[in-house]
């Protein structure tokens, strides 16, 4: 069997959703034929994962994603000591150059699901506030971050003004909505300043290893993309999904760079740039986008409707992130495994798909074999690392964490449903 293109993988997904929502069913489909490693005996014993869940959808879908650059650690630190790969996972450089990789990506997609909520919503709505509230916790985050290596005063002044910059972004938002485009001008000449302003902080804070023209350079691509996002959304535009993941992805170039004239500046212990720093930043780009990207496309079946474009367009986006991981993989591992790897990535990720269809059902028992499976998942990808790895990479120590990663996700699931499914 050849294997599905993504436009049908996509329309596959798509229509497993709006069957299942009808009927309370659900759907797998498989990509070829390969035969993955067995499961290990503790799944096939039981023990399932839980949902973890506190009904707070947007803080739910951080603490899903907060798990990821663990994952990516581990991984990255089984992998270059399999490969003898130059650098050092786990330096103080690499940790700021993963750390703010994390927290500016979040900032992206936490932005992107605000800006949806208040278009769903309303701006005055409960869910919004929610949404608004965890994109806080995420600027305190970013903050923090900085203030880890220029202090706690300047960790103060730039949560200032990054919190003005997301309050602009809030305001374009609402003048894109209401076509009003003398204030989308106005929200736009704001954060040009915040632009300026903040390279001159980072030029400032580094004594000139970050250049205020190259910061202002990388911010202004930042509220180019994001505001881009923001109209797709606004306007119906079927390619907003696209646009959120474009303006996310540029955000681990830019902690490359912040990451880069900090080190430079403070001398950190490490080289941001190693290609062991390199990998883990990309891991944890890659393994964090999986989880927004799913909670974007869980909250779009839930709200446009599982067959609506909107939906074939956020699932689009999502297997686009597992095509990237399968290449991050086969980079080290070669084409078989990047083969072997992809497939194994979207069982699961139709696993999570029946998990939702099965939430917003009701279905117990549907929700309850689709943890089955995903637990089967976890212990096959386990054994697909140690194997690749020459045992760097200890099965038990893979199953471990995605059982983390499928509990805060299945969670999350269900705290959308609560949320979003009447």
Known sequence: MRPLTKSVRVTAVAAALALGLAACGGTDTSDDNTTPPSPTAEAQEGNLPTAVSTGDPFADARTAASHMPMTAQALATGISEATDMKGDVGSDAAN??????????????????AVATAYHAGPDSDEFKAAASTLDENSKAVAAAVGSVA????????????????????????????????????????????????????????????????????????????????????????????????????????AKALAGGIDKAADIDGNPNSPASELRSGLTGLLQ???????????????????????????????????????????????????????????HIDDFVSYAVASAGDDEAGKKEALSNLDDYRSTAGGFFEEITG????????????????????????????????
Do not use: C
């Open 391 to 422: 045992g760097a990479v200890p099965a038990d120590a893979v199953a471990t964490e995605l059982k983390k990663h499928i509990e805060t996700l299945a969670g999350a699931i269900d705290s959308l449903k609560a949320a979003l499914v009447k």
């Open 96 to 113: 700021l150059r993963a750390g703010l990789t994390e927290v500016l990506q979040e900032h992206v997609y936490l932005a992107g699901i």
């Open 151 to 254: 202090g706690e005063d300047n960790e103060k002044t730039f949560l200032q003004a990054w919190r003005s910059h997301v309050d602009d972004f809030v305001s374009y938002a609402v003048a894109a909505k209401g076509g009003d485009e003398a204030g989308k001008k106005e929200a736009l000449n704001n954060l040009a300043a915040y632009e300026k302003t903040s390279a001159e902080f980072f030029e400032k804070i580094t004594d000139g290893a970050l250049p205020a023209d190259a910061v202002e350079g990388a911010l202004g691509k930042h509220v180019k993309t994001l505001s881009g996002a923001i109209d797709a959304f606004a306007s119906g535009d079927g390619k907003a999904f696209d646009k959120l993941k474009a303006a996310a992805d540029h955000m681990p170039m830019t």
């Open 289 to 347: 986008g999986h989880v927004y990207l799913a909670s974007v496309a869980v909250f779009t079946a839930y709200t446009a409707g599982p067959d609506s474009a909107e939906f074939e367009a956020a699932a689009g986006e999502l297997d686009e992130n597992s095509v990237e991981l399968s290449k991050a993989v086969g980079s080290v591992a070669g084409p078989d495994n990047e083969k072997t790897f992809l497939q194994v990535w979207r069982s």
